[in-house]
């Protein structure tokens, strides 16, 4: 009984050191991670990839369809004229800026025009997000927007405020959103929503949203009171 018990506790202990022990060692001594830029190149037809290597060189090479690596490595030179839609300032200052890619004709304003980023981190994917929504007061008593005190949730077919503080239900507000829901026939459940809710910004304009008939709607909160489109 002795000897299972000594050999438990061996063994409890190595998975105990065994997680402890590399956690100690990146506080000790701690790298910094590079994660490797990924861009598609509208030229070779390619994903074009820039990653550091733990000798702190970049190597850029790039990728077909299928994921397969391209032998050799690219300069920066040549991976600035493979993503012009990414690096057409540089592009311009060498005077390296073509007239057109496969086939229509770009330019430094219709890069920018285009130009847009999407951010996502790997936490985010397959989240379980609350389904209650912060709403902001769009016309404050005062001049500046300030952070939201509510939120609201879709209930059994109604919309219904609650005092973030007390957690209470606000019966008023959520009988008048209830009601303009109902008025302008929106169909729940709820497809897509979009909004910016902080108060760095100048003014407030409330929810974009999707219903289940996929008519798209205009919400917001002024003086207390719903509006909607």
């Known amino acids: 009984m002795k000897k299972a018990y000594n050999i438990l506790l061996i063994a409890l202990g190595i998975i105990v050191l065994s997680w402890f022990l590399p956690w100690l060692y990146s506080i000790v001594f701690p ?6 830029f990924i861009a598609y190149s509208p030229v070779n037809d390619r994903m074009i990839v820039s990653e550091t290597g733990d000798d702190k060189n970049l190597a850029i090479y790039s ?12 300069t920066k030179e040549q991976r600035d004229s493979l993503l012009p839609q990414i690096y057409y300032t540089q ?10 890619i496969a086939g ?5 304003a219709a890069f920018k025009h285009s130009q847009w980023v999407f951010s996502a981190l790997p936490r ?3 989240k379980v997000m609350p389904e209650v929504y912060l709403m902001m007061e ?7 927007l300030e952070d939201p005190k ?11 405020f609650i005092d973030m503080e007390t957690n209470a239900v606000i019966e008023g507000r959520s009988k008048r959103f209830t009601d303009i829901f109902n008025e ?3 169909a729940l459940p709820m497809r897509a929503y979009s909004a910016n809710i902080t108060s760095r910004k100048p003014y407030d304009e409330g929810y974009l949203m999707v219903d289940a008939n996929g008519d798209l709607y205009h919400t917001k909160m002024q003086a207390g009171r719903p509006y909607m489109m």
């Open 31 to 36: 790298s910094a991670a590079s994660d490797p």
């Open 63 to 74: 990728l077909d369809a299928d994921g397969n690596r391209e032998e050799g490595v690219y």
């Open 91 to 100: 592009l311009m200052a060498r005077e390296a800026l073509p007239d057109t």
């Open 104 to 108: 229509i004709e770009v330019g430094v």
């Open 124 to 126: 985010d994917i397959n």
């Open 138 to 144: 769009s016309m404050p008593a005062r001049i500046d």
């Open 150 to 160: 509510e939120v609201f949730r879709f209930r059994d077919g109604k919309v219904e």
């Open 184 to 186: 302008r026939g929106f």
